[in-house]
């Protein structure tokens, strides 16, 4: 059984043909039991998707109406929620009486789209782009692999010529994917530690992928809006249309462009999604649960939003110092206020290294300073041992570090 099963919300199961043959036909019942006795927090997820297929098949109801089904039930626990708290019980009347115009019209067909958010979640085909020491890779909507064998890889998807080109060599006809999707597939690109890589989507927008990261964009963007999806770190200059807006679909919120220039950064590793505009608005909302009741943020130059993934809470705040996030993609890494430890994990990323130290580092301790990533590992680490008094040694892939001792006051 796919350990993927793991991240699927009640939602992605209800939809998920495997499960739902389980459920109601019983195939691959004892794989599926092993799985579920293997993975014990995966069993509540399983029992609240079982009820609502069961109650969903027993009334002949389709697909489509198990999410509008999910939603009613949100919707009830919202109102649940709202009631606990007594400041708001003559208010959670109305609620509920706003809970069941909502569900009407949505057993009407109205609104629907515009109450959630179905084509955000996307599973991409390859599961790491952490592992070193292999090529970076684009794979196509008709199931092609190719490997990008370049540090700094090169994508541009040329409408003129119908063609994408990658690193001005190889030519891929566009025409051929359109023929085996009907242009609706999306390509991807995973990125290893140690790599990078330049993209030009069909409509102009240029984005740089940062090492360790996941891309995947659609040949030719029909529809009304040109959605993309992104885990790790990526910066953007999006070429503005306002009849189809540009979307950034990432781990659970949707950076949508007003005509910008801006820093994703989301690894699956980190506690948090950071958003760093330089030019331009951009609007921050998380797509789980009921899109209406999701806040929408909204994005000024010149400041970072950081979306916690845990708490589901958006902080914004001013950053004068905005350029200085997109220094990466000309090989510096420019940061002042940052921890010793998320240093070494950017440098991890880009030179697909390890660092190991026997002692944290002091976390309230923040730095500033400027490394040509151009230069050797070697190099940049005695640069940075100029800024914070570190000792190190670089054993094959891994650098062990040692904070220097303080001669008139040394640490036990």
Not at 77 to 94: A, E, M, P, S, T
Not at 272 to 278: K, P, R, S
């Amino acid at each position: 059984m796919k350990i993927k099963y793991l991240k699927y919300t009640t939602e992605e199961l209800i939809d998920n043909k495997h499960f739902k043959a389980w459920i109601l036909h019983g195939k691959k019942q004892e794989k599926w039991k092993e799985f579920t006795f293997q993975f014990p927090e995966f069993e509540e997820k399983v029992q609240k998707a079982r009820k609502i297929i069961l109650f969903l098949h027993e009334n002949g109801t389709s697909s489509q109406s198990a999410t509008i089904h999910e939603l009613w039930t949100e919707i009830q626990q919202y109102n649940k929620d709202i009631n606990r708290r007594k400041q708001f019980i003559r208010f959670g009347g109305y609620l509920k009486y706003a809970a069941v115009v909502v569900f009407a019209l949505l057993l009407a067909g109205v609104g629907y789209h515009a109450l959630r958010n179905d084509d955000n979640t996307y599973h991409f085909t390859e599961n790491s782009a952490t592992q070193g020491g292999n090529d970076a890779k684009l794979v196509l909507s008709n199931g092609q692999h190719i490997a990008l064998h370049k540090n700094e890889s090169s994508i541009r998807v040329d409408n003129t010529d119908e063609a994408i080109k990658i690193d001005n060599d190889s030519v891929i006809n566009m025409a051929q994917l359109d023929a085996h999707n009907n242009g609706q597939g999306l390509n991807e690109v995973t990125i290893p530690y140690g790599k990078k890589s330049y993209i030009e989507l069909t409509d102009g927008t240029k984005v740089w992928l940062n090492a360790g990261s996941k891309f995947a964009f659609p040949t030719r963007f029909t529809g009304k809006k040109r959605l993309v999806y992104l885990t790790g770190e990526a910066y953007f200059e999006v070429k503005h249309d306002e009849s189809q807006p540009f979307e950034v679909s990432v781990q659970g919120i949707i950076v949508k462009d007003i005509g910008t220039r801006f820093n994703i950064s989301a690894y699956d590793s980190d506690k948090n999604i950071e958003t760093v505009l330089l030019d331009g608005e951009v609007s921050l909302k998380e797509t789980k649960g009921i899109s209406l009741l999701n806040k929408e943020i909204v994005m000024t130059p010149n400041h970072k939003a950081s979306f916690n993934k845990s708490d589901k809470i958006f902080n914004v705040v001013p950053e004068p110092n905005a350029n200085q996030y997109i220094t990466w993609i000309n090989g510096w890494y420019q940061f002042s206020g940052q921890r010793i430890d998320d240093v070494f994990k950017r440098l991890e990323r880009y030179y697909n290294v390890q660092f190991l130290y026997r002692r944290p580092f002091p976390s309230t301790e923040l730095i500033a300073g400027k490394l040509d990533l151009k230069d050797s590992l070697s190099k940049v680490l005695t640069t940075l041992s100029d800024i914070v008094p570190i000792d190190y040694r670089i054993s094959g892939n891994q650098v062990i570090v040692n904070q220097k001792v303080n001669e008139l006051n040394p640490r036990n």
